[in-house]
């Protein structure tokens, strides 16, 4: 038995618009880009049915550069927390992250502390002014019925 192979080509079975797009995808998306231009500049439909599909068919994001950028960020971040197999290493980073969190923790501490100190101030502030309101009020009144 032998096996039979198509006498016509793959590019025959496609159709236009299979064929087109594979061209179009070869070039990259310069090319989409500038088909979809040429639409519009043509007849403006054809060029807003470009733009359509290449948005639902996600050929208008693909390989940006977002999806390219943010893959070996996210992939160093989470490296940092991985054991480096060095023991001495190992023991100065955690110490290290150790440390750090110390500093952090205490420095939070210190910051409201002083929002503390301050919303104190602010009321003491606010309090001496109220009582010493009433103060002038009464005084001034006392002025207004002498005055008659």
């Not at 979809?36 to 049915?49: E, N, R």
């Not at 919303?119 to 006392?142: G, H, I, L, T, Y």
Request: contains cysteine; aromatic residues 12%.
């Amino acid at each position: 038995m032998t096996a039979m192979t198509s006498p016509t080509s793959p590019h025959s079975q496609q159709g236009w618009f299979s064929r087109s797009e594979a061209w179009l995808d070869r070039k990259g998306k310069g090319a989409w880009i500038a088909a979809m231009v040429l639409g519009f500049v043509f007849f403006w439909p054809i060029g807003l049915a470009l733009l359509f599909y290449m948005i639902w068919s996600k050929r208008m994001f693909n390989k940006s550069c977002r999806s390219q950028n943010r893959t070996p960020w996210a992939k160093h971040g989470m490296s940092a927390m991985k054991p480096s197999g060095n023991s001495a290493f190992d023991a100065y980073k955690e110490d290290t992250l150790r440390r750090l969190e110390q500093e952090q923790n205490d420095f939070e501490t210190f910051l409201q502390r002083l929002r503390d100190a301050k919303d104190k101030a602010e009321f003491d502030d606010f309090m001496q002014e109220r009582n010493a309101a009433p103060q002038q009020d009464v005084s001034e009144e006392d002025l207004s019925q002498k005055a008659q």
